[in-house]
Nanobody, 126 residues
């Protein structure tokens, strides 16, 4: 059974940083690309970033390019999202998600996801 458990969210001031983690279990983590998606209050799911199964290819939404960094540890089965220079528009519930194959896809057409976790709240406010 696929399990994805996010952690690391919280309240941070504009310009601050947070590092999200996602512990993965129940599948062969190193075989699949992974992604982060988010949902802001009153809005739909928004794709944020994706990383290939080996971690050698990463893609980002324009809204976070240059501020967020996705990474993974295939030994510890953990996905990360380092978020710097946070803005109020980054306020959302952040979810990690498993993709259906090893490739991250391309900006505008990221990998297709099949499972996601319960999410962690990120609030950017002064």
């Amino acid at each position: 059974q696929v399990q994805l458990v996010e952690s690391g969210g919280g309240l941070v001031q504009p310009g601050g940083s947070l590092r999200l983690s996602c512990a993965a279990n129940g599948f062969s983590f190193s075989w699949y690309a992974m992604m982060w998606v988010r949902q802001a209050p009153g809005k739909g799911l928004e794709w944020v970033s994706a990383i290939s199964s080996r971690g050698d290819s990463t893609i980002y939404a324009d809204s976070v390019e240059g501020r967020f960094t996705i990474s993974r540890d295939n030994v510890d089965n953990t996905l990360y999202l380092q978020m710097n220079n946070l803005e109020s528009d980054d306020t959302a519930v952040y979810y990690c998600a498993k993709c259906t194959g090893p490739g991250a896809g391309i900006v505008g057409n990221p990998c297709r996801r099949d499972y996601r976790g319960q999410g962690t709240q990120v609030t950017v406010s002064s």
